[in-house]
């Protein structure tokens, strides 16, 4: 979050474009409460793995807090953000996770807000409520507020 925060503050003094991807895996606690907590944390870190391959290298990914994570993009366009967020969903769900004698396949609900200059805090608030409007939408899906 603190290298995001000095993202913000990079690209609104350069006039560049940024975005903020909120992303979480979808169904996430049926993972757990079905598989157990030792092939939930190998869910999330085959999603964490199979999205680093995807960004960019100077890209900020992080994890935000249980089955969600973050992602910095900056110097894209809006019209290739969606196209960036969903190249990575389809990173997370292309292919079957085996573990052991699991095999499972994951999906994730991406949320996008531009970089504007606001707080962080404001950013990840509308982000959020794109997560939620692609959750109700059915999940599995990108949705970018402009």
Same mark, same amino acid.
């Given at each position: 979050?603190?290298?995001a925060?000095?993202?913000?503050?990079?690209?609104?003094?350069?006039?560049?474009?940024?975005?903020?991807?909120?992303?979480?895996?979808?169904?996430?606690?049926k993972?757990?409460?079905?598989?157990?907590?030792?092939?939930?944390?190998?869910?999330?870190?085959?999603?964490?793995?199979?999205?680093?391959?995807?960004?960019?290298?100077?890209?900020?990914?992080?994890?935000?807090?249980?089955?969600?994570?973050?992602?910095?993009?900056?110097?894209?366009s #809006?019209?290739? !953000? &969606?196209?960036?967020?969903?190249?990575?969903?389809? =990173? +997370?769900?292309?292919?079957?996770? %085996?573990?052991?004698?699991?095999?499972?396949?994951?999906?994730? #609900?991406?949320? !996008? &807000?531009?970089?504007?200059?606001?707080?962080?805090? =404001? +950013?990840?608030?509308?982000?959020? %409520?794109?997560l939620?409007?692609?959750?109700?939408?059915?999940?599995?899906?990108?949705?970018?507020?402009?």
């Amino acid at each position: 979050m603190n290298l995001a925060s000095a993202q913000i503050e990079r690209v609104t003094r350069q006039g560049s474009n940024a975005y903020f991807i909120i992303f979480d895996i979808d169904h996430f606690k049926k993972v757990n409460d079905t598989f157990g907590h030792l092939i939930g944390d190998k869910v999330l870190k085959c999603v964490a793995d199979r999205v680093k391959k995807a960004l960019r290298p100077y890209d900020i990914f992080g994890r935000y807090g249980g089955e969600e994570f973050t992602i910095f993009v900056s110097d894209i366009s #809006s019209t290739d !953000i &969606a196209n960036y967020a969903e190249r990575i969903r389809r =990173a +997370i769900c292309g292919e079957p996770m %085996e573990f052991m004698d699991t095999k499972l396949t994951a999906s994730a #609900s991406f949320g !996008i &807000a531009p970089v504007t200059p606001k707080k962080l805090e =404001a +950013i990840i608030h509308i982000a959020d %409520e794109a997560l939620y409007k692609a959750k109700q939408e059915g999940r599995n899906r990108v949705e970018l507020t402009t």
